[in-house]
């Protein structure tokens, strides 16, 4: 089974600009919703913003308005983006890649820091 591989974090300061990636085989993932989750430090993962098969987008309300999450369907993967600007240190976290159910297993993730 072919793990989901998150990139694009980093330490960045309030204010500034990320932008995470995972790619995926396309198979069925062209057909399915995928979203990009946060786990916070102590707390439980939560979704942050998902994408279905047709690009409709929806957001967590900690995001709208500074995050978006795109996907582009290529011959052989799909590539899911997540822009964030205007970073808070309240978005520190892990971020993972997985379908719009979170019913794959999960990558690594990839750190987000947000110094004050």
């Known amino acids: 089974q072919v793990q989901v591989q998150e990139s694009g974090g980093g330490l960045v300061q309030a204010g500034g600009s990320l932008r995470l990636s995972c790619v995926v085989p396309?198979?069925?993932?062209?057909?399915?919703?995928m979203a990009w989750y946060r786990q916070a430090p102590g707390m439980q993962r939560e979704l942050v913003a998902s994408?279905?098969?047709?690009?409709?987008?929806?957001?967590a309300d900690s995001g709208k308005g500074r995050f978006t999450i795109s996907r582009q369907n290529a011959k052989n993967t799909v590539t899911v983006h997540l822009q964030m600007n205007s970073l808070k240190p309240e978005d520190t976290g892990v971020y993972y890649c997985?379908?719009?159910?979170?019913?794959?297993?999960w990558g690594q993730g990839t750190q987000v820091t947000v110094s004050s």
């Open positions: 997985n379908t719009g159910s979170g019913t794959y297993p």
């Open positions: 396309r198979g069925i993932f062209s057909l399915l919703s």
């Open positions: 994408i279905d098969s047709g690009s409709k987008t929806t957001y």
